[in-house]
């Protein structure tokens, strides 16, 4: 693994040459490695106790025989489904791992649930036999909201329905000390992994919160482990393009602070398409802070080179035996066009540990260009509390805030701060405010279903190809726990299009596990959840429109891109 072979920088090589070599004199991989956190800031707080990751892969190694031991046991008794809890880096690797790597056959398969939408709870509520399933609760901080919920519904579920002590069929993995380390002991717990406290959820992808997933379908967490460990040893010689992280980190870092390039748009083939997400959140929580940011674009789908804007950086990723004539066409044409383009091919699927810990690197030697701490996320808890503080006004008057809109039609409403008398006035009013590198995110606080993003994937596209913009899209609550934090950390060139939709069907929300009294529901929960973030933005001075869609989320959808087409 060195510079990636397909990579074409134009007439932005020198500059990046001129960012290695400063990395090199600075001797940050050097400092990385010896955990000096003066590479990154003055002070030691969420620097210093956030390296643990450059150790994962051998301190993970002697746990195999446990993970593959309980693995062994849950196939033996007849589990056919694992079902993961959690929130950010406590369920993207994970969900890398369940779509990519190859599951061994008698294994259960895997499930991520990380949306509140009480139509997503309820589907795969009533898609798994809960007598046949085991349940991951997966939370660093032992405390968030979304997955001690979710915890809860499906705790009093158990109970309810199936035969046998219900802690039996769970499983923990937290920090010690944690909230859940408490409620496993509580609750009788089948199993709790405490992981080294000093790796952040985003960096996390080698530590417990992704090997006893990917290690309970079967898959070969050794291979990943030995992945993960090569790319660590071929990413701690001196920074130079030989350094594949440090290559790639300094590329970054140099392009967006210095070159305008900060819409890093990664390409992936099929196969490895579900990486997208992960490395999404890992360098938008990682960059978008103190003014600056490097925005991710994944899962945006391909188009012409000439809808690309010259703040573009292109990152393909493929495996070595997969054929992708039309990526490759259109890459052609962007280094043409004098695009820098970056092309990483992988061996295996397993290679994406090593993978993982190249990005790792890279996003934390880029913090280092943009001049910030890649370890902390000042923003994120702007939307909680906005969010924690809707839900008590819930508990006080029995509704949540109220926002009038600015006009409807049929059973579209918009909320806007303009004053046009119509939804698609409205629409207009507030894209005409964009500008060239501004880029586009849609928030869904949506039932995630196939129908529902490739509805969303059009307006995706529609926007970008007339405003020549990069194109983001988010589930909520989810995208909270990924790019939530550049959304209100960077420079402010968002413009953000919040997507709600009423609630059919609802699920009540225990008050407590194994308890079947509850004074909220999941769609209360996401409504908040909304609110709060829809707040948090306003309050960050961020341009910002608020659609809701009524009670037929695809119906709604449709009129929407006939209003924006």
Avoid at 87 to 113: H, I
Avoid at 172 to 199: M, V
Avoid at 362 to 390: H, W, Y
Wanted: negative net charge.
């Amino acid at each position: 693994m060195i510079r990636p072979e397909g990579t074409s920088l134009g007439a932005y090589e020198p500059a990046v040459m001129s960012a290695l070599s400063d990395l090199r004199e600075k001797r940050a991989v050097e400092r990385m490695l010896e955990g000096d956190h003066t590479l990154w800031g003055p002070e030691p707080d969420e620097i210093a106790n956030r390296l643990g990751w450059l150790k994962s892969p051998e301190t993970i190694r002697p746990e195999l025989p446990r993970l593959a031991k309980l693995a062994d046991e849950l196939k033996a008794e007849g589990t056919e489904h694992v079902l993961l809890l959690g929130m950010g880096g406590s369920s993207l690797a994970p969900e890398v791992f369940g779509k990519t790597l190859p599951r061994k056959e008698g294994y259960p398969d895997l499930t991520v649930l990380d949306s509140t939408d009480p139509e997503a709870v309820l589907r795969v509520a009533g898609r798994l036999d809960l007598a046949k399933t085991v349940f991951i609760v997966s939370t660093k901080s032992g405390g968030t909201v979304e997955t001690f919920s979710l915890f809860k519904f499906f705790y009093e579920r158990v109970r309810a329905e199936v035969e046998g002590e219900p802690g039996s069929r769970f499983i923990a993995i937290t920090d010690p000390g944690s909230g859940l380390q408490e409620t496993a002991e509580r609750y009788a717990f089948r199993e709790t992994f405490l992981n080294d406290p000093d790796i952040g959820g985003r960096y996390s992808a080698l530590s417990f919160f992704g090997t006893v997933p990917a290690a309970l379908i079967g898959a070969d967490v050794g291979k990943l482990l030995d992945s993960g460990a090569a790319a660590l040893r071929e990413c701690s010689t001196p920074a130079s393009e030989t350094n594949p992280g440090a290559f790639l980190g300094g590329a970054m870092g140099e392009l967006a602070a210095h070159q305008g390039r900060d819409k890093l748009t990664f390409l992936a083939s099929p196969a490895l398409e579900p990486f997208g997400p992960w490395v999404e959140q890992l360098i938008a929580e990682s960059t978008g802070k103190d003014g600056v940011g490097i925005l991710p674009v994944a899962e945006e789908p391909e188009g012409p080179a000439e809808v690309y804007g010259e703040d573009r950086v292109f990152v393909k990723l493929a495996l070595r035996e997969e054929e992708t004539p039309g990526t490759d066409a259109l890459l052609r044409e962007l280094r043409e066009a004098g695009h820098p383009v970056v092309e990483i091919l992988l061996d295996s699927e397993h290679d994406l540990g090593g993978e993982m810990m190249r990005w790792e690197v890279a996003t934390a030697l880029a913090g280092e260009r943009l001049g910030i701490n890649p370890f902390d996320q000042p923003n994120v808890e702007s939307a909680k509390v906005q969010a924690r503080s809707m839900l008590a006004a819930y508990q006080e008057e029995g509704a949540l805030p109220q926002l009038q809109p600015t006009a409807t039609d049929g059973q579209l409403a918009v909320f806007s701060e303009g004053d046009a008398p119509d939804v698609e006035g409205a629409l207009k009013e507030f894209f005409a405010r964009a500008q060239a590198g501004d880029y586009v995110a849609l928030q869904a606080y949506l039932p995630p279903n196939e129908a529902t993003t490739e509805r969303l994937q059009g307006i995706r596209v529609g926007l970008r190809d007339r405003l020549r913009l990069a194109t983001t899209l988010g589930y909520g609550p989810r995208f909270l726990h990924s790019t939530g934090q550049l959304h209100k950390g960077d420079g402010g060139s968002g413009l953000f299009v919040q997507l709600t939709a009423d609630h059919p069907e609802d699920a009540d929300i225990p008050d407590e596990a194994g308890s079947s009294h509850s004074s909220v529901t999941f769609g209360v929960l996401i409504d908040a959840q909304a609110l709060g973030d829809r707040q948090a933005l306003l309050d960050n001075d961020r341009r910002f429109v608020r659609v809701h869609l009524g009670g037929d989320v695809e119906g709604g959808l449709d009129r929407l891109a006939q209003m924006l087409d």
